[in-house]
Every structure is written in structure tokens, then in C-alpha cells.
């Protein structure tokens, strides 16, 4: 097991996730996990449409990048190792607000606005729909310019190697990216 990372000091405002690394680059992991429902464990469960959506997709597989940090290195890294991966839960629930919240004030001002110059309920859709384009423009260029800002990176706190990696591995069952 590693040590954990110095921005995650407090492992109880995080979200947790076990992976299994697919791929590996000089400066980051790629990491295969599986999509598990908690609605099971929630008090909302019928009365949410989220459980729907996780109860299509859960048991899915998704690949996350996993940029590793100064004091770990890629070649103590093998294919199929296990990690335990984890980003803080402030940073996912800004991120929620921005992909959500974004949008629909977008929609809102749009509709506000156009419908101050035209009256029409056809203008203030046109309003609406332009505004909820640059809502979307908006979340994107949050996406593009935020890519690499460390706190909304997962980050590794475990590694546990697979059991057929021995200490003396050879290079053949890791793969380098470039």
C-alpha cells in the first residue's frame, strides 16, 4: 500500500473508488472501474430519477486518467494492478453545480433577455435555446480550462499489485502510451 497523497488529507470528505489499471503513460494511469449503484443504501431511491440512470448503466466499465503525483512513479506500476483512487468531494459537487446549474441560469437569462427587446413566447424560446448554448459553450470551456488543475484530478491513495506480478517484472506485461 502506498502513503497517502498530502491533498487528501482528509479521507472522509472524498469519494472513494477501486480500479484496475488498463494503461500506463510516464506521467498518469489509466484506470478501468466499474460503475456500482447506491441507491440501494438511499432514503430519496424511487422518489430520485438518477436511480434510473444508474440502474441502466451500473455494472459498466469506465476508464479515468489518474495523473500520478511527484513521489510516485509509473514503473511501480503494473497492468491489472488494483488502486484506490479518490478526488474530494468538494471539487465533485462544484463540478455537479457547474454542469447543472450553468446551463439552466444560461437558459433562464436567455429567455429573460430576448424576451425584454420581443414579445413572443417564439422569441423567448429563441432566447432560451441560445442561452442554453452558451450554458453548454460555458461548461466545456470550464472543462478545457480546469483539465489540468490538480483538485478536481482523481488521485491515487492504495496500490495493491497483482497477485501474478512478481517484484522483478518484466517490461512485456506493461503497456507505454505516449
Request: aromatic share 6%; with cysteine.
Amino acid at each position: 500500500m502506498n502513503a497517502e497523497p498530502s491533498e487528501l488529507r482528509d479521507l472522509n470528505s472524498t469519494i472513494k473508488e477501486q480500479g484496475r489499471v488498463v494503461a500506463i503513460e510516464a506521467d498518469c494511469l489509466w484506470v478501468e472501474t466499474i460503475r456500482q449503484s447506491t441507491c440501494n443504501s438511499c432514503s430519496a431511491q424511487k422518489g430520485c430519477g438518477h436511480g434510473l440512470m444508474n440502474k441502466a448503466a451500473s455494472g459498466q466499465s469506465h476508464h479515468i486518467r489518474v495523473a500520478l503525483s511527484a513521489d510516485q512513479n509509473s514503473q511501480s506500476f503494473a497492468l491489472n494492478d488494483e488502486v484506490d483512487i479518490a478526488i474530494p468531494e468538494k471539487s465533485l459537487v462544484q463540478g455537479a453545480l457547474i454542469v447543472y446549474l450553468l446551463p439552466l441560469f444560461a437558459l433562464l437569462a436567455g429567455a429573460l433577455l430576448v424576451s425584454q427587446w420581443w414579445l413572443g413566447d417564439v422569441a423567448a424560446f429563441i432566447g432560451a435555446l441560445l442561452g442554453f448554448l452558451i450554458g453548454i459553450a460555458g461548461v466545456k470551456y470550464h472543462s478545457v480550462a480546469s483539465q489540468n488543475n490538480p483538485s478536481f484530478q482523481p488521485v491515487i491513495i492504495a496500490h495493491d499489485s497483482c497477485n501474478s506480478h512478481s517484484g522483478d517484472s518484466s517490461k512485456s506485461d506493461v503497456i507505454q502510451l505516449v
